[in-house]
Nanobody, 125 residues
Framework: QAHLAESGGGLVQAGGSLRLSCVGS????????MGWFRQAPGYEREFVAA????????NYADSVKGRFTISRDNAKNMVYLQMNNLKPEDTAVYYC??????????????????WGQGTAVTVSS
């Protein structure tokens, strides 16, 4: 059975950086689009970033553009989210997702069929 598992969350001060990692198991995700979503307390889950199967296409939420970078390593079945200049409003549980019928440009959950359990990120002011 396929699984995604996130790691790298934690507590960081505003202006700091974190790198989230997500590893897939149970099947290869090398041909899948991968994405990161987040859910803050009291809010719905929202799109953060997505990357196409070969890394050529990426897309970011306006709120993180220029601060976050999504990347992937298909040989390791992994996707990463480098988060720089973190702000308190970035505090959320971050979820990794994968899908084989995703349109990266759409910035939605459509097509993402596989989800991790999430990793918590807390940014203090």
């Amino acid at each position: 059975q396929a699984h995604l598992a996130e790691s790298g969350g934690g507590l960081v001060q505003a202006g700091g950086s974190l790198r989230l990692s997500c590893v897939g198991s149970g099947r290869s995700f090398s041909m899948a689009a991968m994405g990161w979503f987040r859910q803050a307390p009291g809010y719905e889950r929202e799109f953060v970033a997505a990357i196409g199967w070969n890394g050529a296409a990426t897309n970011y939420a306006d709120s993180v553009k220029g601060r976050f970078t999504i990347s992937r390593d298909n040989a390791k079945n992994m996707v990463y989210l480098q988060m720089n200049n973190l702000k308190p409003e970035d505090t959320a549980v971050y979820y990794c997702a994968a899908g084989f019928h995703v349109v990266v440009a759409r910035r939605t959950e459509d097509g993402f069929d596989y989800w991790g359990q999430g990793t918590a990120v807390t940014v203090s002011s």
